[in-house]
C-alpha cells in the first residue's frame, strides 16, 4: 500500500469506540478512552507520513490503544516495591506507615472528625491538641507543635525566637539534606542572620562564648544527618550549651533530624540521640521529622519549653504550615504506639525492617531465590550472599546493616534492560545494580511481594 492508502485506511474514532475490546470497557472514563484513541491514531498516522511504517493490522491498532489506555488509567502516585534495601528511602515515600495508622487515617477521613471542635464544651477547639499530650508524656516535654514537616519546623522555630536577630551555628552543622533544605537558606527566609562560629572540624565552647550577645536569637544546633565528621574533630556537647544559653537567658534550639524515641542501641543499632535525651539535658526547643526514623508521616514536630512553643502558636507563618487531618490521625496511630516499647519495634515498618534478625533475613532472600528458580529455571543465574542495607532518611549514614540479598543475571537479556522493565512493571520494582549483577535486598521487601518480583522476572526473562 502506499502512503496515501495506508493513511486512509486508519480506523475512525467511532468505529473504534464499537470495537467489543475498547466498548466493554465499562469502568474506564470516556475522556481517557477518547484520548487515548486519538493520541494512538495520531502516532499511526506520523509514522505513515514520515515513512517508518508501511503495514500496520486493525488488531495491532486495538492493543496499541488498549496499552495507552490502561497507561493513562493507572494512578501515577502508586506502590512500589522497594528491593534496594535502603529503609527511609527519600525518594521511595520514607517511612512505611504502621497498620493502625493507615486505619486512623481511613476512620478519620471517610465521615466527619473533631478536628477543630472541641467534644468537651462543644465549642471550637485546636487542631494541634490532638498530639501535644501524647507527645509530652512520650518524650518527656512541657509543650508540643506539630508543622508540615521539619524544614518548616524549623523555620517556624527560628522566625519565632530569632526574627531580626542572630542565629548562632557552628560551621560543622551548616547540612544540607537531600531536596534542597540548606541551614543556611532556611535561616535566611526565616528573617533570623546567621553567624557561624567555629571551623568545619572543631568547635569549641569559647566560639559560642565569643559570639553571644545582646543581638542573639537563639543558639541553634543542627544534627549531622546525613554525614560525619571523622578524625580530628570536636562539637560541644549539648549540656554545656544549654548551661551557656542559660547564662545568657538565650533559647538553644536543636534540629535533630531523625526523631528516634528509643534506645536503638539495645536493637544491635549504633547509638542515636534520643529526643528524650535533649529534653532531660534541658534543651529549650528540639525539632524532628515525622516520616523518618519515627515511623510516621510527613509531618515536622516541634517540641520543648511552653514560652517558646506558645510564641510559635501565634506566629501567623504557623497557619501557612499547618498539619493537615491525615497526617494528624496518622500521626497520632504512630505515637500511640510508642506508649509501649515492645510494640515500636513490632508495628511499625520500618523499626521491624531495622531490627530484623540476620538469619531471618537470611531464610527470606533464600526463599525469594527458590521462588525465582522455580518460575525461572536455567534462564537466570541466581545466588544469595551478604550485603549491607542502608538506613537512609539521612539517618545514621555510616550504619552498614549486615543483610542477605538475592543477586540476579541473565545470560541472555542485559541488567539494564532488566532494571527498566522491572521500573515500568504495573507495580514498579526498585532494585539496587552492583557491578554486573542486580541486587533484591529483602530487609525491605515484604513477604507479599516476593510473588511480584518473581513473576515480573519470568514475564522480562522467560522461563
Ligand atoms: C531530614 C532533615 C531535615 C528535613 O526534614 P523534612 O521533614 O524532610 O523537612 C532537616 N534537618 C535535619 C537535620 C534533617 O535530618
Same mark, same amino acid.
Do not use: W
Given at each position: 500500500?502506499?502512503k496515501k492508502?495506508?493513511?486512509?485506511y486508519?480506523?475512525?474514532?467511532?468505529?473504534i469506540?464499537?470495537d467489543?475490546?475498547?466498548?466493554?470497557?465499562?469502568?474506564?472514563s470516556r475522556?481517557?478512552?477518547?484520548?487515548a484513541?486519538r493520541e494512538t491514531i495520531e502516532?499511526?498516522?506520523?509514522s505513515?507520513?514520515?515513512?517508518?511504517l508501511?503495514?500496520?493490522?486493525?488488531?495491532?491498532?486495538?492493543k496499541?490503544?488498549?496499552s !495507552?489506555?490502561?497507561k493513562? !488509567?493507572?494512578?501515577?502516585?502508586?506502590?512500589?516495591?522497594?528491593?534496594?534495601?535502603t529503609?527511609l528511602?527519600?525518594?521511595?515515600g520514607r517511612a512505611?506507615l504502621?497498620?493502625?495508622?493507615?486505619?486512623a487515617v481511613?476512620n478519620?477521613?471517610?465521615?466527619?472528625n473533631?478536628?477543630e471542635f472541641?467534644?468537651?464544651?462543644?465549642?471550637?477547639?485546636s487542631?494541634?491538641?490532638?498530639?501535644?499530650?501524647?507527645l509530652?508524656k512520650?518524650t518527656?516535654?512541657?509543650?508540643a507543635?506539630?508543622v508540615n514537616?521539619n524544614?518548616?519546623?524549623?523555620?517556624l522555630?527560628?522566625s519565632?525566637?530569632s526574627?531580626?536577630r542572630?542565629?548562632?551555628?557552628?560551621?560543622g552543622?551548616?547540612v544540607e539534606?537531600?531536596?534542597s533544605?540548606?541551614i543556611?537558606?532556611v535561616?535566611?527566609?526565616?528573617?533570623a542572620?546567621?553567624?557561624e562560629?567555629?571551623?568545619?572540624n572543631?568547635?569549641h565552647?569559647?566560639?559560642?562564648?565569643?559570639a553571644v550577645?545582646e543581638?542573639t536569637?537563639?543558639?541553634?544546633?543542627?544534627h549531622?544527618?546525613?554525614?560525619?565528621?571523622l578524625?580530628?574533630?570536636?562539637?560541644? !556537647?549539648l549540656?554545656?550549651?544549654v548551661?551557656?544559653?542559660?547564662?545568657?537567658?538565650?533559647?538553644?534550639?536543636?534540629?535533630i533530624?531523625?526523631?528516634?524515641?528509643i534506645?536503638?542501641?539495645?536493637?544491635g543499632?549504633s547509638?542515636?540521640?534520643t529526643?528524650?535525651?535533649?529534653?532531660?539535658?534541658?534543651?529549650?526547643v528540639?525539632?524532628f521529622?515525622?516520616d523518618k526514623?519515627?515511623?510516621g508521616?510527613?509531618?515536622?514536630?516541634?517540641?520543648g519549653?511552653?514560652?517558646?512553643?506558645d510564641m510559635?502558636k501565634?506566629?501567623?507563618?504557623?497557619?501557612?504550615?499547618?498539619?493537615?487531618?491525615?497526617?494528624?490521625a496518622?500521626?497520632?496511630a504512630?505515637?500511640?504506639?510508642?506508649?509501649?516499647?515492645?510494640?515500636?519495634?513490632k508495628?511499625?515498618?520500618?523499626?521491624?525492617?531495622l531490627t530484623k534478625?540476620?538469619?531471618?533475613l537470611?531464610?527470606?532472600?533464600?526463599?525469594?531465590?527458590?521462588?525465582?528458580? !522455580?518460575?525461572?529455571g536455567?534462564?537466570?543465574n541466581?545466588?544469595?550472599?551478604?550485603?549491607f542495607?542502608?538506613v537512609?532518611?539521612?539517618?545514621?549514614p555510616l550504619?552498614?546493616?549486615?543483610?542477605y540479598?538475592?543477586?540476579?543475571?541473565a545470560?541472555n537479556?542485559?541488567?539494564?534492560?532488566?532494571?527498566?522493565?522491572?521500573r515500568?512493571n504495573?507495580i514498579?520494582?526498585?532494585?539496587?545494580i552492583s557491578?554486573?549483577?542486580m541486587?533484591?535486598d529483602?530487609?525491605?521487601?515484604?513477604?507479599?511481594?516476593?510473588?511480584i518480583?518473581?513473576?515480573?522476572?519470568?514475564?522480562?526473562?522467560g522461563?
Amino acid at each position: 500500500m502506499n502512503k496515501k492508502e495506508l493513511l486512509s485506511y486508519l480506523p475512525k474514532v467511532d468505529s473504534i469506540l464499537m470495537d467489543n475490546r475498547i466498548a466493554s470497557l465499562k469502568e474506564v472514563s470516556r475522556s481517557i478512552i477518547l484520548e487515548a484513541i486519538r493520541e494512538t491514531i495520531e502516532l499511526y498516522r506520523e509514522s505513515i507520513l514520515h515513512e517508518k511504517l508501511s503495514e500496520y493490522s486493525y488488531d495491532e491498532i486495538i492493543k496499541d490503544i488498549l496499552s !495507552n489506555i490502561k497507561k493513562k !488509567n493507572s494512578f501515577h502516585l502508586k506502590k512500589v516495591v522497594n528491593a534496594t534495601g535502603t529503609v527511609l528511602h527519600t525518594n521511595l515515600g520514607r517511612a512505611v506507615l504502621a497498620k493502625s495508622a493507615v486505619e486512623a487515617v481511613i476512620n478519620t477521613s471517610t465521615g466527619y472528625n473533631n478536628l477543630e471542635f472541641n467534644l468537651d464544651e462543644g465549642v471550637r477547639g485546636s487542631r494541634y491538641c490532638h498530639v501535644e499530650e501524647l507527645l509530652c508524656k512520650i518524650t518527656g516535654s512541657e509543650a508540643a507543635l506539630v508543622v508540615n514537616n521539619n524544614a518548616a519546623a524549623v523555620m517556624l522555630v527560628l522566625s519565632s525566637l530569632s526574627k531580626g536577630r542572630e542565629a548562632v551555628v557552628s560551621r560543622g552543622q551548616l547540612v544540607e539534606i537531600g531536596g534542597s533544605f540548606r541551614i543556611p537558606a532556611v535561616m535566611e527566609l526565616s528573617g533570623a542572620k546567621l553567624v557561624e562560629v567555629g571551623t568545619t572540624n572543631r568547635t569549641h565552647l569559647f566560639d559560642y562564648e565569643n559570639a553571644v550577645s545582646e543581638n542573639t536569637g537563639v543558639i541553634l544546633r543542627v544534627h549531622q544527618s546525613n554525614y560525619k565528621i571523622l578524625g580530628f574533630t570536636e562539637e560541644v !556537647n549539648l549540656e554545656d550549651l544549654v548551661k551557656l544559653g542559660n547564662e545568657h537567658d538565650i533559647p538553644v534550639v536543636e534540629d535533630i533530624g531523625s526523631g528516634v524515641l528509643i534506645d536503638v542501641t539495645k536493637y544491635g543499632l549504633s547509638y542515636e540521640p534520643t529526643v528524650q535525651n535533649s529534653i532531660e539535658q534541658g534543651i529549650d526547643v528540639v525539632t524532628f521529622s515525622g516520616d523518618k526514623m519515627l515511623g510516621g508521616p510527613q509531618a515536622g514536630i516541634i517540641l520543648g519549653k511552653k514560652k517558646y512553643i506558645d510564641m510559635m502558636k501565634t506566629n501567623q507563618l504557623t497557619r501557612a504550615l499547618r498539619i493537615d487531618k491525615l497526617t494528624l490521625a496518622a500521626l497520632e496511630a504512630t505515637l500511640r504506639i510508642y506508649l509501649d516499647e515492645e510494640r515500636v519495634i513490632k508495628e511499625i515498618p520500618g523499626m521491624a525492617m531495622l531490627t530484623k534478625d540476620i538469619l531471618e533475613l537470611k531464610r527470606d532472600a533464600q526463599r525469594l531465590s527458590r521462588m525465582i528458580k !522455580n518460575l525461572l529455571g536455567n534462564n537466570v543465574n541466581l545466588e544469595v550472599i551478604r550485603d549491607f542495607s542502608q538506613v537512609g532518611g539521612g539517618a545514621m549514614p555510616l550504619e552498614n546493616l549486615e543483610t542477605y540479598v538475592v543477586s540476579i543475571n541473565a545470560p541472555n537479556i542485559s541488567l539494564d534492560k532488566i532494571e527498566y522493565d522491572l521500573r515500568k512493571n504495573e507495580i514498579p520494582i526498585i532494585t539496587r545494580i552492583s557491578k554486573d549483577r542486580m541486587l533484591f535486598d529483602v530487609r525491605t521487601i515484604f513477604p507479599e511481594e516476593y510473588k511480584i518480583i518473581s513473576q515480573a522476572l519470568y514475564r522480562i526473562i522467560g522461563g
